[in-house]
Nanobody, 119 residues
Framework: QVQLVESGGGLVQPGRSLRLSCAVS????????MDWYRQAPGNQRELVAA???????NYADSVKGRFTISRDNVKNTVNLELDSLKPEDTAVYYC?????????????WGQGTQVTVSS
């Protein structure tokens, strides 16, 4: 079974940093593409960062230059470093991956971790 568990969220002041971690079991972060999404109250869930099995990273324009996605193949974790945080970054952050078996697509989500940026 695939399990994704996020951690590292919390309450921080604007301009500070957080490091989120996604502990993964059942799949290898070195083989699968991994994503981070976020969802604020009343908003749609949005993709903020993704990393492919080849190591290529992509970011939403709103976080580019401030967030960094990475993976640790030994620990089998996917991390998201959030720097220069803004109040608009406040959201629940979710780790996500997917796979296709035959004609079926499976999506896997973590439970989410709350990030609150406020003075």
């Amino acid at each position: 079974q695939v399990q994704l568990v996020e951690s590292g969220g919390g309450l921080v002041q604007p301009g500070r940093s957080l490091r989120l971690s996604c502990a993964v079991s059942g799949i290898s972060v070195g083989v699968n593409s991994m994503d981070w999404y976020r969802q604020a109250p009343g908003n749609q869930r949005e993709l903020v960062a993704a990393i492919t099995s080849g190591g290529s990273a992509n970011y939403a324009d709103s976080v580019k230059g401030r967030f960094t996605i990475s993976r640790d193949n030994v620990k089998n974790t996917v991390n998201l470093e959030l720097d220069s945080l803004k109040p608009e970054d406040t959201a629940v952050y979710y780790c996500h991956t997917w796979q296709v078996t035959g004609l079926r697509r499976y999506d896997y989500w973590g439970q989410g971790t709350q990030v609150t940026v406020s003075s």
